[in-house]
């Protein structure tokens, strides 16, 4: 790279004089989902993501000084909504939402960010590219793209012309930068890491690094956004549908950054190196706020390494503890789908999670391999986990589920996930959410492999519409994935059938939840909320009844069998999964008693070790 500030001076004054500047702008946040796959019934029932755009009311509250009229565009809720509410919107029109804005209002400068997705970014139908093209072929506003999904293709947006500036990582510093020369300001310090084209050249800026120092809320910018509207037409997570559909949600923040600097996460890459917090009044004056102000009872943490240090942790008890005050007077909950660091849960901190309404939370193990976990930098190991177990059993109410990778850096062998299945059937939580390896930055490479991108989501059965994972002819599906040689890396394709059975095995026919002494009220919760997303999957209703059974409610287990057969009537795709676990055997003996549904699940168990998988 290189500068020269004739460069950004020439290049700024031809956008002034192009667009001219005037006191709007207008941010713009993404669709958080993939129109290949989307499925109107999933988000009529509210399946899909509808995260409030946290990242981009932190740049309309840095420029809130400039006394500029700043717009928030939720293009994402706004999509959702028309979708949940028009029976005639076609979601694939979603760019005349866009349109309608633009006829009655005219930024001048429009930033665009999004929660970045594993796919093809150089393909028309991603979002966010869709979003920028459309932007640029209007040529009528100086267009500034941000978040991590431009960072990672900033040549590719740029040498595409499909904005004027790319912002890398952290943004607010930044965008006040180019706000600076484009509003000619003085500038007081030149910073790094704003990338345009110029003279077909990609120039990044030079200065200092942009480190954003933390401090203030976001409750004025809460004018731009409807969040009491939010959990009308999506959900966050199934911890969110857990609190309730009809119960509003939001988001809050702790700490920015993370203390680790694993190998296949691109936070550091993004926020930068270590870990900062915001003064813990200022969150708790913006919880305070959305709680009296504005109903919102549930929270998600978006922090992605919430524990903190132990020189954070005063700050974290003392929010844990104003939680729990206002959960008295208003029931409130929370939860916190980003992976936790397992080694910084202690039996006090546990105390506070549960009495502050902690639905549950998922803890970062990725691996039951010792030599990957190494590799990839992971600050835990095996025995941390265990001590886990043990601690969680004084914890019945919380629901705890760990995060495991599969196919890392495409190079794992069989044998390291078979390391993977036998942990995460036996470290004792309530959920194992298996996600399969995806490329998201040049970093995400060992031994010098080169990056590849696959159009898939992390979920593969998110992948398509249907939300099916389709055998394809050579690769192993099934129980049959166990003949796989242990030294073989199966290729991407066949590490999705891994995955399929893996998440079968452990989270429905081997779950703890469902053997003697389980809970199964947090079982069926759970799995009644992550149904909302696969309305067609009957392996999931089937179980879902089985918890129904547990928990006495026999009317219902019978209307979840009864609903089981429907669906497997109207699809071979799934009466050929059932019958590769043997799951026609629960529905053909259907358990009348608790008893025999433990011998129900024993038998089946027996038969799935039976064809070679052995179920710690």
Avoid at 145 to 152: D, E, S, V
Avoid at 550 to 563: P, V, Y
Wanted: glycine letters at 8%.
């Amino acid at each position: 790279m290189i500068f020269e500030k004739s460069d950004m001076g020439r290049y700024i004054e031809k956008l002034k004089s192009t667009y001219k500047p005037n006191q709007q702008v207008l941010l713009i946040q993404a669709p958080q989902f993939l129109f290949d796959s989307f499925n109107i019934e999933i988000a009529k029932g509210r399946g899909y993501y509808a995260y409030p755009p946290t990242g981009l009311q932190c740049i309309s509250k840095v420029l809130v000084h400039r006394g500029f009229t700043v717009d928030i565009l939720d293009l994402n809720f706004e999509l959702l909504k028309r979708v949940v509410h028009d029976w005639a919107f076609n979601p694939r029109d979603w760019l005349s939402i866009l349109a309608e804005y633009l006829v009655e209002n005219k930024p001048s400068i429009i930033g665009v960010s999004g929660i970045s997705i594993a796919t093809d970014v150089h393909s028309n139908s991603f979002p966010y590219t869709a979003l920028l093209r459309y932007l640029r072929n209007e040529d009528k506003h100086i267009v500034i793209a941000g978040g991590a999904t431009a960072a990672n293709d900033y040549e590719y947006f740029l040498n595409d012309d499909l904005c004027h500036f790319v912002v890398k990582g952290e943004g607010e510093s930044r965008v006040n930068y180019i706000f600076d020369l484009l509003y000619n300001r003085n500038v007081i310090r030149k910073m790094d890491g704003v990338f345009f084209k110029s003279d077909s050249r990609i120039i990044e800026s030079e200065g200092g690094q942009a480190v954003v120092e933390l401090h203030g809320n976001l409750i004025d910018t809460y004018s731009n956004v409807p969040i009491e509207c939010y959990n009308k037409v999506g959900s966050l997570n199934p911890f969110s549908r857990m609190a309730g559909l009809e119960t509003c949600y939001g988001v809050i923040q702790l700490n920015r950054g993370c203390r680790a600097n694993c190998l296949f996460c691109g936070v550091t890459d993004f926020i930068g190196d270590g870990l900062r917090q915001y003064p813990v009044q200022d969150v708790i004056d913006e919880i305070r706020y959305l709680v009296k102000d504005r109903q919102v009872r549930h929270f998600e943490v978006l922090d992605d390494d919430f524990l903190g240090r132990p020189d954070h942790k005063p700050a974290l008890v003392v929010l844990l503890k104003e939680i729990i005050h206002l959960r008295e007077d208003y029931e409130v909950s929370w939860s916190a789908g980003n992976g936790l660091i397992a080694s910084s849960l202690n039996h006090e901190i546990m105390c506070l999670i549960r009495d502050s309404g902690c639905i549950g939370f998922r803890v970062g193990i990725e691996s039951g391999n010792t030599e990957m976990l190494k590799r990839m930098r992971k600050p835990t190991s095996i025995g941390v986990v265990k001590r886990l177990k043990s601690m969680l059993r004084g914890f019945p109410e919380v629901f705890v589920g760990g995060n495991f990778i599969l196919g890392l850096f495409g190079e794992e062998t069989f044998s390291q996930m078979i390391d993977t299945f036998k942990l995460a059937n036996s470290c004792g939580l309530d959920w194992a959410s298996y996600t399969t390896f995806q490329f998201t930055n040049k970093r995400n490479t060992l031994g010098g492999k080169p990056e590849i991108r696959q159009s898939t989501d992390f979920v593969p059965s998110k992948d398509a519409s249907s939300r099916e994972v389709e055998m394809e002819s050579g690769v192993l599906s099934g129980c049959d994935i166990f003949k796989l040689p242990m030294d073989h890396i199966p290729s991407h394709e066949q590490v999705k059938q891994i995955w399929f059975t893996f998440n079968l095995v452990t989270n429905y026919i081997n779950n703890p939840n469902l053997l003697p002494g389980g809970n199964h009220t947090k079982f069926t919760s759970w799995v009644e909320a992550v149904r909302v997303s696969y309305p067609d999957n009957p392996y999931m209703v089937l179980f879902a009844g089985l918890g129904c059974f547990l928990g006495g409610d026999t009317e219902k287990a019978r209307i979840h069998l009864n609903k089981t057969r429907l669906l497997l009537e109207s699809s071979f795709y799934w009466r050929m999964r059932f019958q590769e676990f043997h799951l026609f055997d629960v529905v053909d003996n259907f358990p009348i008693d608790t008893g025999d549904m433990f011998f129900v699940l024993e038998a089946l168990r027996k038969k799935i070790s039976n064809n070679g998988v052995t179920i710690p």
